[in-house]
């Protein structure tokens, strides 16, 4: 498989710190895309990307490094995950801990640098490629980021932490994330994201190295999609197996035939997603009651409460045993999504009912062309 994956391009924000753009759905956004839409062939319907993408992907501000910290502590004392907050709240959080971050840390240049903006775009042939084996193109680029930027944090800033925030976007022909990178590391360090262009500059070349740890990245994807059985050997040893695949989704039209249907087959189709449902029910319930001790446990540290050997022991047991329990649940869910997916692909392919889906359309475009023609 061709990789075609690149780096589209780095920028320097130097005039004021602005994270809407990260937003695809912001105003601000939309307004853009509709402006540059006709002219430039941008503005992608998002409805072409409805097999996988979610309101977890779609118009989300991701706040990842040592922010991930900062933006979670409430007025109060108390903790509350990002992930728990709304967009808007977390863009706002977000906002203050950078600029209260930077204020830490003056400097006397007159064009002080807010933020770098990085862009991950995916080609297409690996979009479609990892679509066709049931797994999230959102998914796999989220994570190939954040592992991208972290190799660039332990080659460039070892024993240190950089911030960043990111938005994953599909208004153009290609899925791609923006990340807005914070100029300055926990402890103060300068974040450079320039490219030696001679040998006597005294850059570091971190573009080049972003660049190449990414291409590395998704070359390693597309070996693991063209190799037979590697695929599934590799998800389910992901802690985010489950999240990285994805059931297919079905027309409102095929579900209004399915149902008048009644068969055999799609009411087999039907239960089996139900199962799948409650299933990512059931993780995602665990899933919250593990980030609920974890922040009783972290708001514990913070007023200085310690606990005692014995205890420390029990809580790391529990800790293993549920993470175990909840990694078996994890197998289990990718083992059922994949068999979904076969199984919807075949009622797809033997019953009628998709083609009775799509004559509706069809009888209204002839309708729509006999009216015209009158």
Not at 69 to 79: A, E, H, K, Q, W
Not at 229 to 245: C, I, K, Y
Not at 329 to 342: E, V
């Amino acid at each position: 498989m061709k990789n075609g994956v690149i780096l589209a391009h780095k920028s320097t924000w130097r005039s004021r710190l602005d994270l809407d753009y990260l937003d695809e759905t912001s105003g601000r956004k939309s307004a853009a895309n509709e402006r540059l839409g006709p002219v430039a062939g941008l503005g992608r319907k998002l409805r072409q990307f409805g097999d996988y993408a979610s309101k977890e992907s779609l118009g989300q501000v991701h706040c990842g490094g040592f922010f991930h910290d900062l933006v979670r502590l409430n007025p109060d004392g108390t903790s509350t995950a990002p992930s728990k907050l709304s967009n808007a709240q977390r863009k706002s959080r977000l906002s203050e801990a950078w600029s209260r971050h930077l204020r830490r840390f003056p400097t006397s240049s007159v064009a002080p640098v807010i933020q770098h903006r990085l862009v991950f775009s995916m080609s297409q042939p690996l979009h479609d490629g990892l679509v066709g084996a049931g797994l999230n193109p959102d998914r796999v680029l989220q994570s190939t980021m954040k592992k991208v930027i972290g190799k660039f944090a332990d080659r460039f800033h070892a024993d240190d932490s950089i911030g960043y925030a990111y938005g994953i976007h599909h208004d153009t022909e290609h899925l791609h994330v923006h990340v807005a990178l914070c100029p300055r590391t926990a402890k103060g360090a300068y974040v450079g994201c320039s490219t030696s262009r001679t040998s006597r500059s005294g850059n570091r070349n971190q573009l080049d190295y972003l660049r190449k740890c990414f291409e590395e990245e998704n070359k390693c994807w597309s070996r693991i999609l063209e190799t037979p059985g590697e695929v599934q050997r590799v998800v389910s040893r992901r802690l985010d197996g489950d999240r990285l695949t994805f059931s297919p989704k079905t027309h409102p039209l095929q579900l209004v035939a399915a149902r008048n249907a009644q068969n055999h087959e799609a009411i087999r189709l039907t239960e089996f997603h139900r199962r799948i449902v409650d299933l990512e029910r059931a993780i995602a319930a665990r899933r919250q009651t593990t980030a609920t001790a974890r922040n009783v446990h972290f708001v514990g540290r913070l007023m200085g409460l310690r606990s005692s050997p014995a205890s420390k022991v029990v809580s790391k047991a529990r800790r293993a045993i549920d993470q175990h329990s909840t990694r078996q649940l994890q197998h289990l869910l990718f083992k059922m999504k994949r068999q979904y997916r076969d199984q919807h692909r075949r009622f797809l392919r033997l019953h009628v009912f998709q083609s009775y889906a799509h004559r509706l359309p069809n009888q209204q475009t002839a309708t729509v062309r006999q009216q015209n023609s009158l």
